[in-house]
């Protein structure tokens, strides 16, 4: 039930776009059409459905403060707590450089769809996001850190394939020249993110 | 004919860029407006929204995002020639992951409570995309002290918009500024209320949204076609 619970929360009600802005500037770059936003938001549910679940091991047996005790009794007061972001980073690199790499082994028609956009999740703060966040709020067991890795990237997902096929219908409307592109952009994340808003009452 | 007209020097030498030549300072200006990072370039959008509901901690994250982004510039700028492209990311990441730590420690010892309300933020200016754009863009092909000044630029871009966001937030949101009341008693004795829908989440988009929308119509080359 906890699990469901955290998966439900991390899509709706602590949506990473609505509610934290994080990955904002992929999010506003790629959101032209809704096919581009498809592949993205695929590839960021897996990045971070792996990288939140493989942060939490780190940070559990390397980083927490007696978290080497299992190395030795001699490590128990040992702190590395201050290294966690060069780690996470370095985590979260590494697997995106893997899911490159499997995907243009297995799957070349979607590598090719994709181009740019994969090496720069990397540098997409919903991720990194995602693995602070998980961090923060720590999460007891890594079935629950896996969860919220997957609703934060479902809850991704969905905000920028709606905000695509909004600014898809955009194309056939008379906007104020000035706010062309990306300030109307900007205002209809902000009307999306109200509307997500109503989500908080709901009590789990 | 002397010889002394002959003895000229072997090559007139390149004349060596003033530090503050009229390029130099475009690199300053231009972020300001016509290449701002957050309204223009569309970088390092997600920290500034999140943090701007007080002055206070958005001009603590401004400061230590021109920090970040001046120094791991000036770094990556004298690495540029050894880094393998391959792994150039990585690298990048690695420098401005150490930058951020460095900040985090010292907003740790000196400034506690804006760290702590700053949050996961700190830890995420290392995916600020301005950082990362600009070392891409800039640091990996100019020289260590243009780079600089980019950085600063940059860096100052950003926090003019997050300091007109949160300015605006923080006035109409909870009548104070930088802490201290601006909205006097008398007012609110009148039936003024502290609008709280500035203080959520979503005003901030649509406040950028406002700044991009007045910064365009006047500065009409910004504006994007359909």
Known sequence: MEHI??????????????????????????????????????????????????????EKYVLKAGALSWLSPDF?????????????????????????????????????????????????CSILGGALFMQEREYATLGEATVFGLGSGVGWFLAIV??????????????????????????????????????????? | MSTETIAV????????????????????????????????QVLGICSALAVTVKMKPSIVMAVAVIVV??????IISFIRNIIPTRIRIIV???????????????????????????????????????????????????????SFLDGIGNGFG???????VSMIRELFGSGELMGFRIIPESIYKLGYFNNSLVIMPPMALIIVGIIIWVQRSGNKKLIESK
């Open chain 1, 5 to 58: 619970n955290i998966f439900i929360k991390a899509i709706f009600i602590e949506n990473m776009i609505f509610a934290y802005f994080l990955g904002m500037c992929s999010y506003l770059a790629i959101s032209k059409t809704v096919k581009s936003a498809i592949g993205l938001g695929l590839a960021v549910i897996f990045v971070l459905l792996v990288s939140v679940p493989a942060c939490y091991m780190l």
């Open chain 1, 76 to 124: 128990a007061t040992v702190d590395l707590s201050f290294l966690s972001f060069i780690m996470f980073i370095a985590t979260i690199a590494s697997i995106v450089q893997l899911v490159e790499m499997i995907v243009e082994k297995y799957a070349p028609a979607l590598y090719t769809s994709l181009g740019i956009f994969l090496p720069l999740i990397a540098v997409n």
């Open chain 1, 162 to 204: 709606a905000l695509s096929a909004i600014r898809e219908k955009l194309r056939y409307s008379n906007i104020p020249a000035p706010l062309r592109g990306l300030g109307i952009t900007f205002i209809l994340t902000g009307l999306m993110a109200i509307a997500f808003m109503s989500f908080m009452g709901i009590a789990l």
């Open chain 2, 9 to 40: 020097p072997a090559k007139p030498k390149e004349p060596k860029e003033a530090l503050f030549s009229p390029k130099n300072k475009r690199l300053l200006y231009d972020p300001l407006n016509d290449n701002n990072p957050i309204t223009v």
């Open chain 2, 69 to 74: 982004c001046a120094f791991s510039n000036v």
């Open chain 2, 92 to 146: 990048q990441l690695t420098v401005v992951a150490a930058m951020v730590i460095l900040v985090d420690q010292f907003l740790k010892a000196f400034v506690f409570d804006v760290s702590k309300q700053l949050s996961v933020f700190v830890g995420l200016i290392i995916t600020n995309c301005i950082i990362m754009g600009r070392l891409e863009a800039f640091a990996m092909a100019n020289k260590p002290w243009p």
């Open chain 2, 158 to 164: 950003y926090g003019l918009i997050l300091v007109i």
